[in-house]
């Protein structure tokens, strides 16, 4: 019964998600990776189920008993002087694993103009969301879990106010090495817009993915495919003052007028993220990716570069995982992000001091 209810949950939500892209929705900050090894693994990486609570915080179906008082902390300074941050703590109740945390964004400073163009001093933006989540497992191998997102935002003395939720599944096979993840991301409603008045109402960044995962048997090695955007197939640049579309593939070899054929392959390659990550033990990972969409729409024609591309790593020193998380957008432009996994409940083990008779004094 209670798989039933929340299989109903997710084509519900699946059935009032609209066809979105960027530039058509607001809040896109909670469409941004909240952990380096998301952006390692190309933005995406919601299919891996381990302690991870920065990861968990953009798929709640990862939280589990085992992550009871694990916290986690990212950073990341993005372009033109802005910064994102986000926070996460998890806390294991009898009812299912809960986690509370949230994503902010700051954009820096702004010069504001007046309708004549003169300089009426700065100003700030900033985004900011309150995150509670929960996660619960049925029969081992099945994961589910749900957000809830309190949204504000405010440019100069404009603000807004929103709610969005987050509906995930997994498959988790430990045996084979296998997991599968379906997330429906950010599904919800403006509830105070900048502007008063018709049409004032935006949408919100809403966007389904599914992933999987394998590692190998005798190699430490992990493939990872994210399928995304589901929420609109045809999701390649429609510029209108171009006389014909041009497309560019991996080689950087540009094509005008492209068949159907490659078309089709181009958008189909868009919806997609490759990627995989060599795990050594607990102690060490290192990983890259590469995003097709990314490459697309950022990469120069003919000098695409490491358009696209992504890698990290990450490391373990006791209780603290440290993971960092590089991704090229365009030819002179990359995001860095560091992130810290940091187990609150281990206990911290230190040497007892010995104690010797030695230098007392002794009296007759």
Known sequence: MQVRVVILFLILGVSS????IGGKSTYQFLAMPVSARATAQGGIYNH??????SLALGNPAMLQASMHKYMGLSYAPYFAGSHAASFSYVHAFKLANFQFGSQFMNYGKMIEYDELGNDQGLFNVTDMALIVGAGRAYKEKYKFGANAKLAYSQIETYSSLGMAFDLSAMYVDSAKYFSASLVIRNVGFQMKAYTKGKGSQELMPTDIQFGISKRFKFLPFRINVTAHNFTRWDVRYDDPNANTQTSSNIFDQEEAEP????????????????????QFGKAFNLGFAYNHHRRAELGLAGRGGLSGFSAGFGIKIKRIQIQYGVAKFAAKGSSNQISFNINLGE??????????????????
């Open 259 to 278: 068949k159907k054929a490659a078309v089709f392959f181009d958008n189909f390659m868009r919806h997609l993220i490759i990627g995989g990550e060599f």
């Open 347 to 364: 206990q911290v083990k230190t040497k007892k001091a010995k104690t010797s008779n030695h230098g007392e004094n002794t009296s007759n």
């Open 48 to 53: 891996l189920y381990e302690n991870d609570a």
């Open 17 to 20: 998600i609209q066809a979105q």
